[in-house]
């Protein structure tokens, strides 16, 4: 990008970047220069905005945490219509995979983010935190209008939900067949425990 040239939203661009440095060569090569130059952005510029590279990293998780907390949130209102493996997939993927791919290994490298992501948002709000918790809530909503059986553990399948989220955007964030396995694996495991509690 070109010197001088005004840029909209430079902390999101700098995310964004960020997410694709984290994409393509992983957490830990993850810098001030790597963030700007894929960026295409002087060094300055993040420095313009966050005090220093970790308070840049504070940011991006939390701002990354509360989107994926933001795109669940209307997911328990959902029940009653359409599908439980629809509702699921669509609020899954309300948050494109590779954001969901990065702020993981991020946090996984970085273990401490997670309390400053808490401190900022509050208990369980840090990556995928908030969306486990929001799918229990809605299939106990499901559970509660007879969709789903009475005798289905609904903390064990948000806990599948959120494992086949996590394995899909760690292992195939970037794939165009990202979509379809997890959609294929929300439909196994919403028909698959209505078959066992059956």
């Known amino acids: 990008m070109p010197r001088g040239v005004a840029i909209a939203e430079p902390r999101q661009h700098l995310f964004a970047a960020a997410e694709r440095v984290i994409a393509a060569e992983g957490p830990s090569q993850l810098t001030s220069r790597a963030v700007t130059r894929e960026a295409g952005v002087a060094t300055g510029l993040l420095f313009a905005h966050f005090a220093g590279f970790d308070d840049f990293l504070i940011g991006y998780a939390v701002d990354r945490s509360f989107q994926i907390a933001a795109a669940t949130a209307g997911l328990a209102g959902r029940a009653g219509t359409g599908t439980i493996a629809?509702?699921?997939?669509?609020?899954?993927?309300?948050?494109?995979?590779?954001?969901?791919?990065?702020?993981?290994?991020?946090?996984?490298?970085?273990?401490?983010?997670?309390?400053?992501?808490?401190?900022?948002?509050g208990n369980g709000s840090a990556a995928l935190r908030p969306l486990e918790r929001t799918v229990v809530e809605y299939l106990v909503a499901e559970q509660q209008i007879g969709r789903l059986p009475a005798g289905a553990d609904t903390e064990a399948l948000a806990l599948a939900v959120i494992g086949v989220l996590h394995h899909?955007?760690?292992?195939?964030g970037t794939s165009p067949a990202a979509d379809s396995r997890i959609r294929r694996?929300?439909?196994?495991?919403?028909h698959g425990s209505q078959a066992i509690t059956s």
């Open 86 to 121: 629809a509702n699921l997939s669509e609020t899954v993927l309300a948050t494109p995979l590779i954001t969901l791919q990065a702020v993981t290994r991020l946090v996984a490298y970085r273990p401490t983010l997670a309390a400053d992501v808490e401190a900022v948002l």
């Open 168 to 172: 899909v955007a760690l292992t195939d």
């Open 185 to 190: 694996a929300m439909t196994a495991l919403t």
